[in-house]
């Protein structure tokens, strides 16, 4: 029997990319998104070509009824599920003085909560079974403070330390949890944010490049796989070494 996965965020960006990476390595998948619904649908039929038992499925993460619902759908489709992917999220830029408790609630909110409600709606199922393996998707800022975007760093960093906690307590039912963490993915978004988004963050990264979501979405099927079985608990970071990299004064180490 083939595998199932469900991608929240998934209409688009990375998250479109992690679901057409696993369906190309024979998984049936549930394609969540909260908004633009034709995309979703789109790439389902995409897939669906393919061969691929693929279906969009509505939710808002942060809300408890919406991601019982899509899990019910996802039960009804696939009748079970083997994978989870926490992708879905959002973010607010603007300066933490200036930042509403309406930003902060709905970044809180879609990110952690989110994440933790897939997270345990899931690992009930899984349990049953005495296996399942899930990956929250984090960032660079995990571990490293980014200015204007005090609720997604938090946000990030709580999904982390999430990860961890997570990976505690269900590896005894076999599922298996970890983070990855990407730095500078150009996205539609990341490309809207900064005009010069490629030269400017690739001049920063030790590998003098700037990441793709294939690069991401290969993480994630790595640590999904039996590949990876004895994983859990960990953040890959997925940066080209961006985040790895202390700030050394000028002293010809530049390359």
Excluded at 11 to 30: E, H, M, P
Excluded at 145 to 160: H, M, R, V
Excluded at 199 to 223: C, M, N
Aim: proline fraction near 4%; include cysteine; glycine fraction near 10%.
């Amino acid at each position: 029997m083939k595998s199932t996965a469900l991608v929240t965020g998934a209409n688009s960006g990375i998250g479109k990319t992690i679901a057409s990476r696993l369906a190309g390595c024979a998984y049936d998948v549930a394609i969540n998104y909260r908004e633009d619904a034709n995309s979703a649908q789109r790439l389902a039929k995409e897939l669906q070509k393919d061969g691929i038992r693929a279906i969009s499925v509505y939710a808002d993460v942060g809300i408890s009824t919406d991601v019982d619902a899509m899990f019910e759908k996802v039960f009804s489709a696939f009748g079970k599920l083997d994978a989870l992917v926490n992708n879905a999220g959002v973010q607010v830029w603007k300066p933490l003085l200036e930042v509403q408790e309406a930003d902060w609630d709905r970044v809180l909110t879609t990110n952690l909560k989110g994440c933790f409600l897939c997270t345990q709606r899931a690992a009930r199922h899984m349990r049953e079974r005495r296996s399942g393996a899930i990956v929250n998707i984090g960032s660079g800022c995990n571990k490293v403070p980014f200015p204007n975007l005090s609720g997604y760093t938090a946000s990030k960093g709580g999904i982390e330390m999430f990860t961890k906690c997570a990976a505690l307590e269900l590896g005894p039912y076999g599922i298996r949890v970890n983070c990855v963490a990407p730095g500078a993915i150009e996205t539609e978004r990341t490309r809207s944010e900064l005009g010069d988004f490629a030269k400017s963050w690739s001049s920063l990264t030790p590998l003098r490049r700037i990441g793709t979501p294939d690069d991401v979405a290969a993480a994630v099927e790595f640590l999904l796989s039996d590949n990876a079985s004895f994983i859990s608990g960990q953040t890959l970071g997925v940066d080209g070494g961006l985040f790895a990299q202390p700030r050394w004064p000028s002293s010809g180490y530049e390359v």
